[in-house]
């Protein structure tokens, strides 16, 4: 009898609906994630600078963006050592201005982020669009998208950024060049990355509106947006999401090039490119710390970016299961 019904609870635990979380956490992604040491060790480290770029007000010990705070007697003050003028500990030591190298880090990681997650955003959302647009209408639409495609593909990314930014600002006021550099910074960069987007999803839509369920919301009078919208749009997302992940990555490092080159972030707010050159003036005198700790922290918040994307891109490859 204990038996009996001890099977029959077995089996009606076994037929119960599972949970949400249970269903994500028994899923093939999440197997897929659990077992690979690679994407694991590459979301710790970016879930950390993601964390430190978000919380850095509390993080921080100094504001290195308020003049208030700053004592130029601490300039150059070596890592772990104490300033002249304060007499206060610096992990990672100070600047030419005797801002703390830890805190001008972490208040660099939230410009190069944002600009970053924007700049991706922009570029998805255009080229998704001018995809799906290019994909399901066909004709002369097509060939004018495809075309301005190719003719921009032909072209570094970097130099149509710096392009786009030179004539953008430009025709910004000069009083509102410094506030609107960020604005500009994302507009240049998802204006030279939306290509991709567009010829991925134009290739998957094409696909997708032959099947016959596209032919059926036809067949009953939905309209052209509708379709687009609520058929073709979700089905084409998972390339757009490996796509997004790994163009992140070359997103902050267009940023910090531009940035790096003079073009980029103001230096009211220093983004990682602009620590970079600024601590690029000073290797050669000595003072290694300005260049290395920015340098280190692209290349960790670049490389586990471009790691997940790349897992994730393996995951989503039904040839590869």
């Known amino acids: 009898m204990n038996s009996q019904s001890t099977s029959s609870e077995a089996q009606a635990e076994a037929a119960a609906p599972k949970g949400f979380l249970r269903r994500a956490w028994e899923s093939d992604i999440a197997w897929s994630f659990r077992h690979s040491p690679v994407a694991i060790v590459s979301a710790v ?15 921080a010990p100094y504001n290195p963006f308020d003049p208030s705070t700053l004592n130029l007697m601490d300039g150059f003050t070596v890592p772990m050592g104490q300033g002249l003028g304060s007499g206060e500990l610096y992990w990672l ?57 190719d003719v921009q593909i032909t072209f570094p990314s970097i130099l149509i950024a710096m392009l786009i930014f030179g004539i953008a600002r430009g025709l910004t006021p000069p009083e509102l060049r410094d506030q609107m550099a960020i604005w500009v910074l994302i507009v240049s960069i ?32 939905r309209k052209p947006g509708a379709i687009l919208r609520k058929h073709l ?18 997103a902050i490092i267009a940023e910090a090039t531009l940035s790096f080159l003079g073009v980029g972030a103001p230096p009211t707010k220093p983004s990682l490119g602009t620590l970079i050159r600024i ?34 891109r393996d995951v989503l490859n039904p040839k590869l299961r």
């Open 45 to 59: 480290v970016f879930l950390v600078l993601v964390l430190g770029a978000v919380f850095a007000p509390l993080l």
């Open 93 to 149: 030591g100070t600047d030419d201005q005797g801002r703390d190298i830890f805190s001008t880090i972490l208040y660099g990681l939230r410009i190069s982020l944002f600009i970053g997650l924007m700049a991706v955003l922009f570029a998805a959302v255009l080229g998704v669009t001018l995809g799906l647009i290019a994909g399901y209408f066909g004709g002369w639409i097509e060939a004018v998208i495809m075309r301005v495609a």
């Open 233 to 250: 749009l979700p089905n084409v997302m998972g390339p757009v999401l490996v796509i997004a992940t790994i163009y992140l990555a070359l």
């Open 279 to 312: 601590g690029q003036d000073y290797l050669f005198s000595g003072e290694w710390w300005i260049l290395l700790f920015p340098s280190l922290t692209l290349l960790a918040l670049a490389l586990s970016v471009n790691l997940l994307g790349d897992w994730l």
């Open 190 to 221: 998802g204006l030279s990355d939306w290509v991709y987007f567009a010829r991925t999803v134009r290739s998957s839509t094409i696909v997708e509106a032959q099947k016959e369920y596209v032919h059926a919301a036809r067949l009953i009078g």
